[in-house]
């Protein structure tokens, strides 16, 4: 667990928003893997899960686990980094961009394990898993995502999102 845990300090070490570029080259790192996360591995039926692995002051780790079919809602990053680290199984990322008030598809990208993307601020996306086996990914979140929009491409309605567990880390 070496790995992580070496991940988890240097991240500690943030008094302030940690650098996309800089996450996602702490990401891009083989050792880190479904043996060293096992025991934040947890499936749901009903939605991906959503498994914390560490928290300080300017971020959150989660590992988030994804059975066939499951995604995220459309979402921005608004005022965080987000590193993403594939660990198994292949997902795919759909970019969305404003075409005049319209959301529209811009790309999609699938990634293997292994793989690391990362998003900023407006950059508006959504991660699913269209494999037919289970995905699971490292998410580190700098600050933590507080008040970030949710997009509903059918109704075109927004609304704002804070996480819960936010509350909790600060309990």
């Known amino acids: 667990m070496q790995s992580v845990n070496d991940l988890i300090d240097w991240l500690q070490s943030y008094t302030e928003r940690v650098d996309l570029d800089e996450l996602k080259d702490r990401l891009d790192d083989e050792s880190i893997s479904a043996d060293l996360l096992s025991q934040y591995i947890h499936f749901s039926d009903q939605r991906y899960s959503r498994n914390l692995l560490a928290h300080g002051p300017q971020f959150y780790a989660l590992v988030l ?29 759909t970019s969305f961009r404003w075409q005049g008030d319209t959301l529209v598809q811009d790309s999609v990208t699938t990634m293997s394990a ?29 600050p933590y995502l507080d008040n970030i929009n949710l997009y509903d491409l059918e109704s075109g309605k927004v609304t704002v999102f804070s996480d819960p567990l936010i509350e909790s880390l600060s309990a």
């Open 65 to 93: 686990c994804w059975k066939p079919g499951q995604a995220s809602p459309i979402h921005d990053h608004k005022g965080a980094s987000c590193g993403v680290r594939v660990i198994q199984g292949a997902a795919t990322e």
């Open 114 to 142: 292994g793989e690391v993307c990362g998003s900023f601020d407006d950059d508006i996306h959504e991660i699913r898993n269209n494999g037919n086996e289970n995905l699971v990914t490292l998410h580190v979140y700098s």
